[in-house]
């Protein structure tokens, strides 16, 4: 994986001290909150509900050992025992002393990691496919780019306000598993005719409340000219996006006024600007430099059988286990989703354990999910029945990857100064309700996604089945929306109508369910009987007697 | 003319973020200790007062929230309220009610009766 250069790190440890005198000056009252409130955002550093709030990049959710251990002990040290895996593949830490942040920032800079960049007006940490470098349908490895695109944005000047925050994904493979399609700008790695590989560009895309499915912008870039092309579509934006309306200035309410003809009219004008300075170019030399990081191990030539072992192993390898791309390797699901647990969160104990694992098994990364699980992305199978058995003592063993368990929660009221109702209680309650495991495989792959406002940092819009908290005259109800998807068949969801009460919504779920195995042709997941049918079966049913009395 | 709703004033602490409660002119960190307002005049004239905790740099985002009472104590109104005073309704361990479980919400069950609709889906 990526390592710090001498620039990388001194710039980081430099943002610490800066940091420091900046938390310093406020407590003296240097600084009132209205100046610091912005530098603490640079930082990563929010005012949630009950405590302060560190979010943590990981960028392209790739982390090692030694990062995992760094991140128990902040857990441990600094806060109350345990993280929280974002929908970004960031960490976040729900207690933090302000006071103590600068130097939980100098503890993460010693094992090259830090908050910068993960909140305020900026291009944001960037994601990637959770299995690159891995994955059997992979064409290249999506994180070298990453890595180009976040040295490129890391206080780029021209990119540092801009009209609101910015987020990019960079996916190697035709199967998305990185959401591209809902974010501001993506990079899709694809082959042209002549079997060159370089860059499908995606803008415009957005959850929150007017979400959009980003389209195509720029067909092909060729590898060295991907910046230069990046920095022109941040150019359309930075000058066109509206400053004047919160709601309107992401770049998806800009590229959906534009319209992609004028949209990829106006990014070409101002690449072929920056091609005649002739700057912008990533030299050849760069990108080889920056792809022998991210060298995968060398594998070793090794029998393709999956070891044997027991039911609870085996229900494990349906769900949990991918295909890798070596011979004798697979790719494993750790899934942070215990039925009634709380997604994403994984305590100091677990984060050490695993780190553990990974050494004791020779492996190097560790990766996180935008779907909040971890990924352990070269198991040698034979390896699998041991790793599974201790993945078990630790709680980590659930095997539900995929299944109608694996929920997507964002954090809700329970701790988020956003949210309007609760969201990891309704995780639960579902959770519970599904815990069978014959009744989740008779389910099949399902993805319910849950938010508590329309931030939508729970993905709702995305969901086959997605949840949105809202709040009523202090009452928490929650609205349905079927048919979203965040993979290469990308859509939004609909909503279905009137919300549920927070006791309701689990039963309502459970109908939806019902309908749809009456309904389901053979091999037809939730999502393709959902697009089959469409919504009036479901809501028919869903409401249950209380239908007529929410019309 | 109706009575005016009972608030309470709350804030958080700069330091360390923990959630705070106005009380004769200072800052307590539980709910059941705090000062209930019956009016809006002393409510206001707190908030205004609060003002100089924040110039002091002690506190971060004063504001009133309304409140009810009945015989088991105070509560919060609103949920948001309720999870501030308490911590997080899915972890008991931890935040005020971790240490005084006294502060945990009693469970407010809402007649289907009385719930309100929701029938704007225009989001």
Same mark, same amino acid.
């Given at each position: 994986?990526?390592?710090?250069?001498?620039?990388?790190?001194?710039?980081?440890?430099?943002?610490?001290?800066?940091? =420091?005198?900046?938390?310093?000056?406020?407590?003296?009252?240097?600084?009132?909150?209205?100046?610091?409130?912005?530098?603490?955002?640079?930082?990563?550093?929010?005012?949630?509900?009950?405590?302060?709030?560190?979010?943590?990049?990981?960028?392209?959710?790739?982390?090692?050992?030694?990062?995992? =251990?760094?991140?128990a002990?902040?857990a441990r040290k600094?806060d109350k025992g345990y993280g929280?895996?974002?929908?970004?593949?960031?960490?976040?830490f729900?207690w933090?002393?302000?006071?103590?942040?600068?130097?939980?920032?100098?503890?993460?800079?010693?094992?090259?990691?830090?908050?910068?960049?993960?909140?305020?007006?900026?291009?944001?940490?960037?994601?990637?496919?959770?299995?690159?470098?891995?994955?059997?349908?992979?064409?290249?490895?999506?994180?070298?780019?990453?890595?180009?695109?976040?040295?490129?944005?890391?206080?780029?000047?021209?990119?540092?306000?801009?009209?609101?925050?910015?987020?990019?994904?960079?996916?190697?493979?035709?199967?998305? =598993?990185?959401?591209?399609?809902?974010?501001?700008?993506?990079?899709?790695?694809?082959?042209?005719?002549?079997?060159?590989?370089?860059?499908?560009?995606?803008?415009?895309?957005?959850?929150?409340?007017?979400?959009?499915?980003?389209?195509?912008?720029?067909?092909?870039?060729?590898?060295?000219?991907?910046?230069?092309?990046?920095?022109?579509?941040?150019?359309?934006?930075?000058?066109?996006?509206?400053?004047?309306?919160?709601?309107?200035?992401?770049?998806?309410?800009?590229?959906?006024?534009?319209?992609?003809?004028?949209?990829?009219?106006?990014?070409?004008?101002?690449?072929?600007?920056?091609?005649?300075?002739?700057?912008?170019?990533?030299?050849?030399?760069?990108?080889?430099?920056?792809?022998?990081?991210?060298?995968?191990?060398?594998?070793?030539?090794?029998?393709?059988?999956?070891?044997?072992?027991?039911?609870?192993?085996?229900?494990?390898?349906?769900?949990?286990?991918?295909?890798?791309?070596?011979?004798?390797?697979?790719?494993?699901?750790?899934?942070?989703?215990?039925?009634?647990?709380?997604?994403?969160d994984a305590t100091h104990e677990q984060l050490?354990?695993?780190?553990?694992?990974?050494?004791?098994?020779?492996?190097?990364?560790?990766?996180?999910?935008?779907?909040?699980?971890?990924?352990?992305?070269?198991?040698?199978?034979?390896?699998?029945?041991?790793?599974?058995?201790?993945?078990?003592?630790?709680?980590?063993?659930?095997?539900?990857?995929?299944?109608?368990?694996?929920?997507?929660?964002?954090?809700?009221?329970?701790?988020?100064?956003?949210?309007?109702?609760?969201?990891?209680?309704?995780?639960?309650?579902?959770?519970?309700?599904?815990?069978?495991?014959?009744?989740?495989?008779?389910?099949?792959?399902?993805?319910?996604?849950?938010?508590?406002?329309?931030?939508?940092?729970?993905?709702?819009?995305?969901?086959?089945?997605?949840?949105?908290?809202?709040?009523?005259?202090?009452?928490?109800?929650?609205?349905?929306?079927?048919?979203?998807?965040?993979?290469?068949?990308?859509?939004?969801?609909?909503?279905?109508?009137?919300?549920?009460?927070?006791?309701?919504?689990?039963?309502?779920?459970?109908?939806?369910?019902?309908?749809?195995?009456?309904?389901?042709?053979?091999?037809?997941?939730?999502?393709?009987?959902?697009?089959?049918?469409?919504?009036?079966?479901?809501?028919?049913?869903?409401?249950?007697?209380?239908?007529?009395?929410?019309? | 003319?109706?009575?005016?709703?009972?608030?309470?004033?709350?804030?958080?602490?700069? =330091?360390?973020?923990?959630?705070?409660?106005?009380?004769?002119?200072?800052?307590?960190?539980?709910?059941?200790?705090?000062?209930?307002?019956?009016?809006?005049?002393?409510?206001?004239?707190?908030?205004?007062?609060?003002?100089?905790?924040?110039?002091?740099?002690?506190?971060?985002?004063?504001?009133?929230?309304?409140?009810?009472?009945?015989?088991?104590?105070?509560?919060?109104?609103?949920?948001?309220?309720?999870?501030?005073?308490?911590?997080?309704?899915?972890?008991?361990d931890l935040?005020?009610?971790?240490?005084?479980?006294?502060?945990?919400?009693?469970?407010?069950?809402?007649?289907?009766?009385?719930?309100?609709?929701?029938?704007?889906?225009?989001?």
């Open positions: 994986m990526y390592r710090y250069d001498e620039f990388d790190a001194r710039f980081v440890a430099e943002r610490v001290e800066q940091f =420091r005198g900046q938390v310093a000056r406020r407590l003296s009252g240097e600084l009132n909150e209205d100046q610091f409130k912005p530098l603490r955002l640079m930082n990563g550093l929010y005012l949630q509900l009950h405590a302060y709030m560190l979010r943590i990049a990981v960028p392209y959710g790739t982390l090692s050992a030694k990062q995992l =251990r760094m991140l002990h902040i600094y929280h895996f974002t929908t970004r593949q960031n960490i976040q729900n933090p002393k302000l006071v103590d942040v600068p130097d939980i920032l100098a503890d993460l800079a010693t094992v090259e990691m830090h908050a910068i960049q993960t909140s305020g007006n900026c291009i944001r940490n960037v994601t990637a496919d959770h299995f690159a470098g891995a994955a059997a349908d992979e064409i290249e490895d999506p994180r070298p780019i990453a890595e180009i695109i976040r040295q490129w944005s890391s206080l780029h000047p021209e990119f540092s306000f801009l009209p609101r925050k910015f987020k990019i994904a960079v996916g190697g493979s035709p199967n998305d =598993r990185a959401a591209l399609k809902f974010h501001d700008m993506a990079l899709e790695i694809v082959k042209n005719d002549a079997g060159e590989t370089g860059y499908r560009v995606y803008v415009g895309g957005g959850m929150g409340r007017t979400p959009y499915i980003g389209y195509v912008v720029g067909d092909f870039v060729a590898k060295p000219d991907i910046l230069a092309f990046l920095e022109s579509v941040m150019r359309v934006y930075n000058e066109q996006g509206r400053r004047d309306n919160l709601y309107k200035s992401r770049i998806k309410i800009l590229a959906n006024a534009l319209g992609p003809d004028e949209m990829r009219r106006q990014t070409m004008v101002e690449f072929e600007e920056i091609k005649k300075a002739g700057t912008l170019q990533v030299p050849r030399e760069e990108l080889h430099r920056i792809d022998a990081y991210f060298a995968p191990p060398e594998f070793e030539p090794l029998p393709d059988e999956m070891p044997a072992s027991d039911v609870d192993f085996e229900n494990w390898l349906k769900t949990n286990v991918a295909k890798h791309r070596a011979p004798g390797y697979a790719i494993a699901t750790i899934s942070l989703k215990p039925i009634g647990g709380v997604p994403g050490d354990a695993l780190a553990d694992l990974m050494d004791r098994f020779g492996m190097s990364e560790i990766r996180v999910s935008h779907e909040q699980n971890l990924v352990l992305p070269h198991v040698k199978k034979r390896d699998l029945p041991a790793i599974f058995a201790r993945l078990k003592e630790l709680g980590l063993a659930t095997p539900n990857a995929g299944l109608i368990t694996d929920i997507i929660a964002c954090p809700g009221l329970d701790y988020c100064d956003l949210a309007n109702a609760r969201s990891i209680p309704i995780a639960q309650k579902i959770s519970e309700r599904f815990a069978d495991l014959d009744r989740q495989h008779h389910i099949g792959e399902l993805k319910i996604k849950i938010s508590g406002c329309i931030n939508a940092c729970g993905h709702h819009h995305a969901g086959h089945i997605g949840i949105l908290g809202v709040d009523k005259k202090g009452v928490e109800f929650y609205q349905l929306q079927l048919g979203g998807s965040g993979a290469e068949d990308a859509s939004i969801g609909e909503i279905m109508g009137p919300g549920f009460g927070q006791d309701d919504i689990a039963d309502a779920v459970e109908r939806v369910i019902g309908c749809y195995l009456e309904l389901r042709k053979d091999g037809e997941r939730f999502l393709d009987t959902y697009r089959r049918v469409g919504m009036t079966p479901f809501k028919n049913v869903a409401y249950g007697q209380d239908l007529h009395a929410a019309y | 003319m109706a009575a005016p709703v009972p608030q309470m004033l709350t804030a958080n602490r700069l =330091r360390d973020g923990d959630v705070l409660y106005w009380k004769s002119g200072a800052w307590v960190e539980s709910l059941k200790d705090g000062e209930i307002f019956h009016e809006a005049a002393p409510a206001n004239a707190a908030l205004t007062a609060a003002q100089a905790y924040v110039g002091d740099n002690v506190v971060v985002n004063p504001y009133l929230f309304d409140v009810r009472m009945d015989a088991s104590g105070i509560h919060p109104v609103k949920e948001r309220e309720i999870i501030r005073a308490a911590g997080p309704s899915v972890r008991d935040g005020k009610q971790a240490t005084d479980p006294s502060v945990r919400p009693v469970p407010r069950p809402v007649p289907r009766a009385a719930q309100p609709k929701d029938d704007d889906v225009s989001i």
